[in-house]
């Protein structure tokens, strides 16, 4: 059984950057991709950024060449680095595995 655990979030004025890391713990297939999405109040899930195991990487557009995607050999551990962080990425960031899977969010509050 696949269990993920995100840490990292906080709080930081516009321009600033954050880490978010996720360890992941059971089986994860090749096929699985592993990913970061982020919510706010009344709004859906959206895909933030995704790994395959081969490492070919996604961003949405809001995030292209602002964050960057990585995972560790063994896929135990996942990282989603935020730099120029806007109020707009102010939201819970969730970390996934097959887009099934999901831990239990980290909030990240960006003030201007």
């Known amino acids: 059984q696949v269990q993920l655990a995100e840490s990292g979030g906080g709080s930081v004025q516009a321009g600033g950057s954050l880490k978010l890391s996720c360890r992941v713990s059971?089986?994860?297939?090749?096929?699985?991709?592993l990913g970061w999405y982020r919510q706010t109040p009344g709004q859906e899930r959206e895909m933030v950024s995704r790994?395959?195991?081969?490492?070919?990487?996604y961003y949405a557009d809001s995030v292209k060449g602002r964050f960057t995607i990585s995972q560790d050999n063994t896929r135990g551990n996942l990282a989603l680095q935020m730099d120029s962080l806007a109020t707009e990425d102010t939201a819970v960031y969730y970390c996934?595995?097959?887009?099934?899977?999901w831990g239990q969010g980290t909030q990240v509050s960006v003030s201007s």
């Open positions: 790994i395959s195991s081969g490492g070919t990487t």
């Open positions: 996934s595995a097959c887009s099934r899977v």
């Open positions: 059971g089986y994860i297939g090749w096929w699985c991709e």
